[in-house]
């Protein structure tokens, strides 16, 4: 019984570090991603992250043209319509890495 309790402790614990941690916040109608900067992350890394223009991504947040600041609190533009199952194998930032888990069927010229 033991085991039994440890396994789905375990399996729980897997679960919900699966888990993406992508805030939404509505301003004045438009839908906008909460991104808060770490060491390592740059402009161009958190448009891939989000999949949207750099240009997208300083217009909506004042100075960032200039320079990210660990702490900076980005809002990014949602394009579309939220689809909550987009997130499956989302790209994850690590330090100065782009994490993206292959599916089967990907090529390297579509990631």
């Not at 947040?61 to 987009?86: F, H, K, M, T, Y």
Request: net charge negative; hydrophobic share 40%.
């Amino acid at each position: 019984m033991q085991k039994l309790l440890l396994i789905i402790a375990l399996c729980v614990s897997m679960l919900a570090q699966a888990q993406h941690d992508f805030i939404i916040e509505e301003i004045d109608g438009k839908k906008f991603y909460v991104h808060t900067v770490e060491k390592g992350h740059t402009l161009y890394s958190i448009s891939h992250l989000y999949q949207v223009e750099i240009e997208d991504i300083t217009a909506n947040n004042a100075g960032s043209e200039s320079g990210l600041s660990i702490g900076q609190v980005l809002r990014i533009p949602v394009e579309g319509e939220v689809d909550p199952n987009a997130w499956e194998n989302p790209i994850r930032l690590e330090g100065e890495f782009l994490i993206h888990r292959v599916k089967r069927g990907e090529t390297l010229f579509a990631i």
